[in-house]
């Protein structure tokens, strides 16, 4: 079960969502977007929480608010975090997660530790809790199949792309040429290269 909210504080929404336990959470890390900012309570157990950025944007667009409601929500769902004060969530993007065969189920690494961004919460917020709560849905998403969608329209885009660029490429050279011989023809047509019947080569007489 994978449980979805609604960070409702700017305009588009943002979506976030977090899986039941751990054994949902590495399917969540292994099918994951690109658009996707993991989060989670640093040195302590926590819930993996995912927010996930309109399409273009990296982990540097992310709004304070939604980053607030990001941090709150791993956060409270955090047995330990929870009830403390001052604890650090630490925040990176989904491809950044490094996963190997002799972690533990939910134990999670990064490739490259300096695209690790961090945030102090100083304390629990239940108002932005309870407003997050309201918008709760839970759902049992076929995680592979829309990774696999995602992947492929992705795909699709980057063909269109490609084939868009090869014929602004082609009407390029198209246009070059036609400017060549345009070229071409107006030198041709200079007075100089040019021949009349003035230079003695056509007679109307006839012998």
């Given at each position: 079960?994978?449980?979805?909210?609604?960070?409702?504080?700017?305009?588009?929404?943002?979506?976030?969502?977090?899986?039941?336990?751990?054994?949902?959470?590495?399917?969540?890390?292994?099918?994951?977007?690109?658009?996707?900012?993991?989060?989670?309570?640093?040195?302590?157990?926590?819930?993996?929480?995912?927010?996930?950025?309109?399409k273009g944007q990296t982990?540097?667009?992310?709004?304070?608010?939604?980053?607030?409601?990001?941090?709150?929500?791993?956060?409270?769902?955090?047995?330990?975090?929870?009830?403390?004060?001052?604890?650090?969530?630490?925040?990176?993007?989904?491809?950044?997660?490094?996963?190997?065969?002799?972690?533990?189920?939910?134990?999670?690494?990064?490739?490259?530790?300096?695209?690790?961004?961090?945030?102090?919460?100083?304390?629990?917020?239940?108002?932005?809790?309870?407003?997050?709560?309201?918008?709760?849905?839970?759902?049992?998403?076929?995680?592979?199949?829309?990774?696999?969608?995602?992947?492929?329209?992705?795909?699709?885009?980057?063909?269109a792309q490609i084939q868009?660029?090869?014929?602004?490429?082609?009407?390029?050279?198209?246009?070059?040429?036609?400017?060549?011989?345009?070229?071409?023809?107006?030198?041709?047509?200079?007075?100089?290269?040019?021949?009349?019947?003035?230079?003695?080569?056509?007679?109307?007489?006839?012998?």
């Amino acid at each position: 079960m994978v449980f979805y909210f609604t960070s409702n504080v700017v305009s588009p929404p943002y979506t976030i969502y977090m899986g039941k336990d751990k054994y949902e959470n590495e399917d969540l890390i292994k099918y994951g977007w690109p658009e996707d900012v993991w989060f989670h309570v640093d040195k302590l157990s926590s819930a993996h929480v995912y927010l996930r950025l309109q399409k273009g944007q990296t982990i540097d667009d992310v709004p304070k608010d939604v980053l607030t409601d990001c941090a709150q929500l791993v956060k409270g769902n955090s047995i330990q975090g929870s009830k403390m004060n001052n604890i650090n969530v630490v925040y990176t993007p989904w491809a950044n997660l490094k996963k190997t065969a002799d972690m533990d189920v939910g134990q999670i690494g990064f490739h490259r530790q300096k695209e690790v961004k961090s945030v102090i919460v100083e304390k629990k917020a239940n108002e932005i809790l309870n407003r997050l709560e309201k918008t709760r849905d839970e759902r049992f998403p076929d995680l592979a199949a829309e990774k696999e969608t995602r992947d492929r329209e992705e795909r699709n885009e980057k063909k269109a792309q490609i084939q868009e660029m090869k014929k602004r490429e082609k009407e390029e050279v198209k246009k070059k040429k036609e400017m060549e011989d345009l070229r071409s023809y107006s030198s041709l047509m200079q007075a100089g290269n040019m021949s009349s019947n003035q230079d003695g080569n056509d007679s109307d007489e006839f012998m």
